[in-house]
């Protein structure tokens, strides 16, 4: 089965928001970003239930949620919904953010999506 065939959901999906797909011969690469962390969520799970617990190492699954330094984002975990600052992305899965009494810290960056 073709690799292009065999993640067509995902596929489908990560193209729809502008997302790139490239066959590499025996591996897929996904690359770009993505509105949402919900979204990147959504991509991890097609993937899991094509390829349960990720065994065949034919995908490249390569996607960051987009959201612009100085920007705000929120934070989507069952606890909280606050709108916080993005002060810098220390690299694709730690960045640096301010609360609204001005403590700064770092945030996994899969519980942040922009705020549109």
């Known amino acids: 089965m073709a690799l292009l065939e065999k993640y067509r959901e995902l596929v489908d999906l990560a193209r729809q928001y502008g997302a790139t797909v490239s066959d590499e011969g025996n591996v897929l690469r996904v690359r770009g970003e993505v509105p949402s962390g919900a979204l990147k969520d959504s991509m991890w799970e097609i ?26 984002v929120k934070v989507v975990t069952r606890e909280s919904g606050d ?16 609360d609204n009494d001005g403590e700064e810290g770092y945030c996994y960056s899969q519980y942040l999506e922009p705020v549109q």
């Open 47 to 72: 993937y899991d239930r094509i390829d349960p617990n990720f065994k065949s190492n034919d995908l490249i699954l390569d996607v960051n949620v987009n959201a612009t330094e100085g920007g705000k």
């Open 83 to 98: 709108v916080i600052t993005l002060i810098s992305k220390a690299n694709d899965q730690w960045w640096l953010v301010r």
